[in-house]
């Protein structure tokens, strides 16, 4: 059965999950936005999305005044595939800092090599 929960108390582990991150790369995050939103319309089973120029592929020399990169975190299958609160703490976790590596230029492969999967 899926975990119900207050959209506040997501957003606050959304939060928690963005602490995890060690300063020294937190730091380095810059013009990226985080959104949570309930589901994805394309993909009803994606748990988060980066969508941007990866830190690696970016041209400084063009990159100004870019539009923030956004992380998007669905909340609904995350909800979903987890059973209980403890389930959701480690997910939202896992899935924050597999969208910020995206935005470090760390692929997929990479990542579940990793455990980040």
């Excluded at 602490?19 to 089973?45: K, T």
């Excluded at 941007?52 to 595939?81: V, W």
């Excluded at 959701?88 to 470090?104: D, G, R, S």
Aim: aromatic letters at 8%.
């Amino acid at each position: 059965m899926p975990v119900s929960m207050s959209d506040d108390r997501f957003e606050e582990l959304v939060g928690d999950a963005l602490d995890l991150i060690p300063r020294e790369l937190s730091q380095a995050i810059d013009n990226v936005v985080i959104l949570i939103e309930p589901r994805s319309e394309e993909d009803p089973h994606l748990l988060g999305l980066y969508y941007g120029i990866a830190l690696t592929d970016r041209d400084f020399s063009h990159y100004g005044g870019a539009l923030p990169d956004t992380i998007t975190i669905y909340r609904e299958p995350i909800l979903g595939m987890c059973h209980t609160e403890e389930e959701v703490v480690e997910e939202v976790a896992i899935t924050v800092i597999h969208e910020i590596a995206h935005y470090f230029g760390i692929d997929d492969d990479r990542l579940h090599q990793l455990g980040w999967g």
